[in-house]
């Protein structure tokens, strides 16, 4: 039996909480559209990397904080570990560790990317997509990445909506909206 679209709304509404709201597709009120991003981000050759969390700019510090409150997946106010850092993998998060791993940061004047892993049964690798000072970003998880992959051209090649599909599809944004939820 199918769910009206209201039901499922108001479903995912009331269950989350806080000043964000996580809703697939395009958001029509901003008009950011996840495929332009996408399209955008495949095609930049202009992205420069950055390897530390401290190095991370202020509007991708912002959206590492968005993810922190709603998703309360640690009990420290750092999100992510520098490389080598210990931080929680497993599925139980332990107190004082952060909750992910920075792997990479890629930023222009016009997007920011910001690359990390969570822990759980089993490692998820995940991408902050945004246009730069957006308060609006996708959040991508791309479970059939290997770490050695783990590159900028991958990612980048990974999110393309137009790339070939044969071997995976292109995977879907998860919106987060942002805003001044202080």
């Known amino acids: 039996m199918k769910r009206p679209?209201?039901?499922?709304l108001f479903t995912l509404t009331s269950a989350m909480s806080g000043a964000c709201?996580?809703?697939p597709g395009v958001d029509a009120a901003s008009g950011f559209s996840p495929e332009a991003l996408q399209t955008a981000f495949g095609q930049a050759n202009d992205l420069k990397l950055i390897m530390s969390v401290a190095g991370i700019p202020e509007d991708g510090q912002q959206k590492l904080q968005t993810l922190f409150r709603q998703q309360a997946a640690s009990p420290t106010t750092?999100?992510?570990?520098?490389?080598?850092m210990d931080w929680s993998s497993s599925d139980a998060k332990i107190p004082n560790l952060p909750w992910?791993?920075?792997r990479f940061t890629a930023v222009s004047d016009s997007l920011i990317a910001i690359v990390?892993?969570?822990?759980?049964?089993?490692?998820?690798?995940?991408?902050?997509l945004?246009?730069?000072?957006?308060?609006?970003?996708?959040?991508f998880n791309i479970p059939s990445l290997h770490e050695s992959n783990l590159r900028l051209s991958v990612v980048q090649d990974?999110?393309?909506?137009?790339?070939?599909q044969t071997i995976s599809s292109t995977p879907k944004c998860v919106m987060v909206r942002g805003g001044n939820d202080d």
């Open 130 to 139: 945004a246009p730069r000072h957006s308060p609006d970003f996708c959040l």
């Open 158 to 164: 990974y999110l393309r909506p137009d790339r070939d």
């Open 100 to 102: 992910g791993q920075h």
């Open 5 to 8: 679209t209201t039901t499922i």
């Open 78 to 84: 750092i999100p992510l570990a520098e490389i080598g």
């Open 21 to 23: 709201l996580f809703v």
């Open 116 to 128: 990390f892993v969570t822990g759980g049964s089993d490692i998820r690798y995940n991408v902050i």
